[in-house]
């Protein structure tokens, strides 16, 4: 017996992409789908007898796992009726602050929940490679994070260059709310040693490149991933809902998926 999906935000540009990953998946098979009230598609056939909605409640009454790539207006909902309908949550959604993230920590005691700012799996790597390199190569090494996106992407930093800039704090046994630089403008001074730089790009239809930047004296090194095909990230959704089917309660990430915790 397959394992039955809902997809929240099934018009966007992802959500498209993982119907389309879970039309070919042996495992999944499409339950319900929705999109806002206001789209002139909603009414219209997405899968066998599965018609676009705008009810949220639906993908979570019909799907044993939802996956949630919307807005974060509808993520407080979107928890709520996961919890009362116990059903497993992959999220997408990006932008989340310490509050969001609070409300997934609450919402996780009672249902399994997995959320990623980028499920790529080569992303999720880079992310544990930046820890291990920020740890050994030390704070004499500069640490700047550099990323581009489509014109379309409304948050800046990306979710993805936060969790690396993360990444490296956790490496150096710091917090990057107290080493992150995300703006230089004018005279500045000298860079503080510790500091952790962003610098952010926005424009055509790239899908997504980041490179964490080790600088020393003398050398540099860097780890760069460029997402050359968005179906990579429902590739990675689909693999994360497959992952999480069969989890206890808890809040889960794509470090977990790929089994590189500890």
């Excluded at 993982?18 to 339950?31: C, G, N, P, R, V």
Aim: charge should be neutral.
């Amino acid at each position: 017996m397959k394992i039955k999906v809902g997809i929240a935000g099934a018009t966007g540009r992802m959500g498209q992409l993982i119907i389309e990953q879970i039309k070919k998946d042996d495992y999944f098979t499409l339950a319900a789908a929705t999109t806002s009230i206001n789209n002139p598609l909603l009414g219209t056939m997405v899968g066998d007898h599965v018609f676009l909605h705008s009810n949220p409640e639906e993908l979570f009454t019909k799907g044993q796992v939802v996956i949630d790539f919307t807005k974060l207006d509808l993520l407080e909902e979107h928890l709520r009726l996961a919890v009362q309908h116990k059903t497993k949550l992959v999220i997408g959604t990006t932008g989340l602050s310490s509050e969001h993230k609070g409300m997934l920590l609450e919402a996780s005691k009672e249902i399994p929940l997995l959320y990623a700012s980028n499920t790529s799996m080569g992303v999720t790597l880079m992310r544990v490679l930046t820890t291990q390199i920020a740890k050994i190569l030390g704070p004499e090494f500069d640490i700047e994070i550099d990323e581009i996106h489509h014109r379309h992407k409304v948050d800046a930093p990306s979710g993805t260059s936060l969790s690396l800039g993360e990444a490296a704090a956790k490496g150096r046994g710091v917090s990057l709310r107290d080493v992150a630089c995300f703006e230089r403008h004018g005279h500045t001074g000298p860079r503080p040693e510790g500091q952790i730089g962003f610098s952010v790009r926005r424009g055509g239809s790239i899908v997504g490149d980041h490179t964490v930047s080790f600088i020393g004296e003398d050398e540099c090194l860097e780890i760069t991933h460029k997402g050359i095909s968005r179906s990579l990230y429902a590739k990675g959704a689909v693999a994360a809902a497959h992952w999480l089917c069969d989890k206890p309660n808890g809040l889960y990430n794509m470090e977990d998926v790929l089994g590189l915790k500890k």
